[in-house]
């Protein structure tokens, strides 16, 4: 079945430094959308991308999907430690399929 | 407005044992999805339902099985618990399949 791959699946970062996690698949999205979720929380859905090479900005956020529709990333400018959580990325068919996520830790 | 809202918010299981989640969507949301997310991985995709009607299913055994209410309310009963059905049960709601979907916080469930 489909699979989305997401890497790293960790990222320890010093605050104010960039964080970039990205999300790959071998065939076609169908349009992706993100979620954060916060330990011991659920997911919350942050941005949905539908068009080839969008890009989309939610102030220190970056969502761009690939021009071949088959990945996609979330960049955060000088993170903040509320920022810290697990970042998902899912093709959302109808159903979500979810990459395996990446967990960012913000050292203060 | 009330987001999605799931009961119990945990639940402690043995094995062979059967269990009913409940959740309640987005009022004016139609669809309902379930997720199973064990620790450490994304949410896995158990069933969708729309207007009543089963609209999709995961790759879960038979021991799974749910069902959606005239008020889009929806429960997700599992049969014959394994030590592996311990998870974060999430359920969410969108007004249509494919629209976004927005999750409750999960019943967690732990089979002794």
């Known amino acids: 079945g489909q699979q989305v791959m997401q890497i790293p699946q960790y990222q320890h970062v010093q605050e104010g430094e960039d964080f970039t996690t990205y999300c790959n698949s071998s065939t076609t999205l169908s349009n992706i959308q993100w979620y954060k979720q916060r330990p011991g929380g659920h997911p919350v859905f942050l941005i949905q991308?539908?068009?080839?090479?969008e890009v989309k900005k939610q102030k220190r956020l970056t969502f761009q999907f690939g021009e071949a529709k088959k990945n996609s990333s979330l960049h955060i400018t000088a993170t903040q430690t509320t920022d810290v959580g697990t970042y998902f990325c899912a093709d959302n068919t109808g159903k979500l399929i979810f990459g395996q996520g990446t967990t960012l830790q913000v050292k203060p | 407005d009330a987001g999605v809202t799931q009961s119990p918010t945990h639940l402690i299981k043995t094995r062979g044992q059967q269990v009913t989640l409940r959740c309640s969507p987005i009022?004016?949301?139609?669809?309902v999805s379930w997720y199973q997310q064990v620790l450490g991985q994304g949410p896995q995709f158990i069933f969708q339902?729309?207007?009543?009607?089963?609209?999709g299913r995961g790759n879960f055994p038979d021991r799974f099985s749910a069902r959606q209410f005239p008020n889009y309310s929806s429960e997700l009963n599992v049969n014959a618990l394994l030590l592996g059905d311990s998870a974060l049960y999430l359920c969410?709601?969108?007004?249509?399949?494919?629209?976004?979907?927005?999750f409750g916080p999960g019943t967690r469930l732990l089979v002794l």
């Open positions: 339902y729309y207007e009543k009607e089963e609209r």
């Open positions: 991308l539908v068009k080839s090479g």
């Open positions: 969410a709601s969108s007004g249509s399949p494919g629209e976004t979907q927005y």
């Open positions: 009022s004016g949301h139609k669809s």
